[in-house]
């Protein structure tokens, strides 16, 4: 697929789909040309949330358990589970395993996946597997949230406990953000290890009495050179998108024990600038708090927060809703 094979009224449809509740009614997908389309443009752009997540992890020092296989639930175009072998090799997996409700759907993944990993075993996860006690090594769900019905939340539910690892992705709306807290919070009750978006182990603070109108959420750089690609800016004109704009939220959970460093404060979203100083909604292990950086005390970080993307990890001292002191 390049950018002269690309069907734009495909695009145009599967557009008008995601738009409306027509999704949750099947499969969306009528033919493979579908799934290479959405691959090429929508899939991609996922990618580089995925991108994003993934350079955390390598920068928090977290790999993936060995043994078990890689199943990306819910796999679409397979985009997230080919990016998470990818980052970390295919040489650390036994497996890439890729189920969805589309058949066209996995043979598309699945095909795609042995095309990028020639030596590994790529091919569906069958009933026999998702129904058995197979520990699974990582599971890899991404943008499923807003369609899942009941029987496939107890089908995800029952996966997720036998998974070691998740890496979850979803969009940066207010809406996916909460509902996936709430996968966090039911995780974390049932004795899994919080890595990644947090710096602690305690419950969400997004879901303490005033919080409601907040969520957690990050913005991915995409490639810098898209913005200079005819192909992409018309794309992004086309559906109606911001290419500078990639929201996420995500969700890294681990059964092994996880070494947080204390004291990691996080910026939720974006600082906001003002004269000569910043509006920061701060999340820590005492919970949420709008913090503000005045420009004198930190030039340099507060100039670098206007450019930044993606999780911001910072260690400071605040009081009374200032922040007084920075580590280098």
């Not at 752009?45 to 997540?53: E, F, L, M």
């Not at 991404?142 to 890496?167: K, P, T, Y």
């Not at 990691?264 to 979203?269: D, E, K, L, P, T």
């Not at 292990?285 to 910072?314: N, V, W, Y």
Request: glycine share 8%; hydrophobic share 40%; with cysteine.
């Amino acid at each position: 697929m390049d950018w002269d094979s690309l069907d734009w009224e495909v695009l145009d449809r599967l557009r008008e789909t995601f738009l409306t509740d027509v999704k949750t009614r099947g499969p969306y997908w009528h033919t493979i040309t579908d799934l290479e389309c959405y691959n090429f443009t929508y899939g991609e752009r996922i990618g580089w949330k995925w991108d994003a997540v993934l350079a955390e992890l390598k920068q928090r020092g977290w790999i993936p358990p060995s043994g078990g296989p890689v199943l990306d639930w819910g796999c679409g175009s397979g985009i997230a589970g080919r990016r998470v072998v990818d980052f970390f090799g295919a040489e650390n997996f036994p497996r890439l395993l890729v189920h969805d409700h589309s058949e066209l759907a996995m043979e598309f993944s699945t095909h795609h996946g042995r095309r990028l990993f020639p030596t590994l075993t790529v091919e569906r996860a069958g009933n026999q597997f998702l129904e058995s006690d197979e520990p699974i090594g990582v599971l890899v769900v991404s943008h499923v949230l807003n369609e899942l019905n009941a029987e496939a939340r107890a089908q995800l539910a029952a996966l997720a406990a036998r998974a070691q690892s998740i890496i979850w992705v979803e969009p940066g709306t207010h809406e996916a953000s909460r509902l996936l807290g709430g996968w966090r919070e039911q995780l974390r009750g049932a004795g899994v290890n919080v890595v990644a978006p947090c710096t602690h182990q305690n419950a969400c603070g997004m879901f303490a009495p005033g919080n409601e109108r907040h969520w957690c959420h990050f913005f991915a750089a995409p490639p810098a050179n898209i913005y200079a690609d005819s192909q992409w800016v018309k794309f992004g004109q086309r559906a109606g998108i911001d290419l500078r704009s990639l929201p996420y939220s995500f969700l890294v959970v681990d059964r092994r024990p996880v070494n947080q460093a204390a004291g990691y404060s996080r910026i939720i979203g974006e600082a906001r600038h003002y004269k000569g100083y910043a509006k920061i909604f701060n999340c820590d292990a005492s919970g949420l708090t709008e913090l503000m950086m005045q420009k004198r005390d930190a030039p340099e970080l507060f100039k670098a927060l206007k450019h930044s993307a993606g999780p911001e990890l910072h260690q400071w001292t605040h009081v009374n809703g200032r922040i007084t002191h920075i580590e280098s």
